[in-house]
């Protein structure tokens, strides 16, 4: 049963580039979020795609924006790369998105911006 | 959202019982408590949630008294393989965000 991949797991990007991070859910599950978890803090949630739309966003700018495709998997783009953005980044499914049943998350893309 | 306290960090040696207190005053009444685990360099995982009284899985114990002020994540004859980071959240009904704290880490000690 595959759990939930995300690629790639590392990435050095340049201050002011774009990123592009992939995420394949959970078999099964229809629903992906995004969390950015910076080093020695918990995860914050970026936003939630159900049915190839975004639902519910957490606080960060609009340079932060992702898309889901028919096969709900998902990808999480970043515009104008700041060094703050360093951080692993995590994608978690779930069935419907309330998280009832638990989200599946997977082990995340270590982003350095430098 | 209910704001959730936990102790930073907690030590134990191995096959002692653990028990993480979480208080969360301002819990709604359909909130439910859910908890995490997260190892280094993995995304977090998903160890027990309740709603009232008491919850028992193959990993863990999920103690929730009457008023719902607080919660006591238990795990039994922990090894060292159970150092972590253990995050307590509420969840409330229709919300489709988790909102993590710091959590608390958990040193297993040979």
């Known amino acids: 049963d595959a759990g939930v991949t995300q690629s790639p797991t590392h990435l050095i990007k340049t201050r002011g580039q774009q990123v592009t991070l992939r995420c394949s859910p959970k078999?099964?599950?229809?629903?992906v979020s995004w969390y950015q978890q910076a080093l020695g803090q918990g995860p914050q949630f970026i936003f939630q795609?159900?049915?190839?739309?975004?639902?519910q966003r957490g606080n960060f700018p609009d340079r932060f924006s992702g898309h889901q495709f028919p096969n709900y998997s998902s990808e999480l783009n970043v515009n104008a790369l700041l060094l703050g953005d360093s951080a692993l980044y995590l994608c978690?499914?779930?069935?419907?998105?309330?998280?009832?049943?638990?989200?599946?998350f997977g082990s995340g893309t270590r982003l350095t911006v430098v | 959202l209910a704001k959730t306290t936990q102790p930073i960090s907690m030590d134990s040696y191995e096959g002692q019982e653990v028990n993480i207190t979480c208080s969360h005053n301002?819990?709604?009444?359909?909130?439910?408590i859910t908890w995490y685990q997260q190892f280094p360099s993995q995304g977090p995982r998903f160890i027990i949630q309740?709603?009232?009284t008491k919850v028992t899985n193959e990993v863990a114990s999920l103690f929730i008294p009457a008023d719902r002020k607080s919660s006591t994540l238990s795990l039994p004859r922990v090894s060292l393989s159970d150092t972590a980071v253990y995050y307590c959240?509420?969840?409330?009904?229709?919300?489709?965000?988790?909102?993590f704290g710091k959590g608390t880490k958990l040193s297993v000690i040979p």
């Open positions: 301002n819990i709604a009444t359909n909130d439910y």
């Open positions: 309740g709603y009232k």
């Open positions: 795609y159900y049915e190839e739309e975004e639902r």
């Open positions: 959240l509420v969840l409330g009904a229709g919300s489709y965000q988790l909102t």
């Open positions: 978690a499914s779930s069935l419907g998105g309330t998280g009832y049943y638990g989200y599946t």
């Open positions: 078999s099964g599950h229809d629903t």
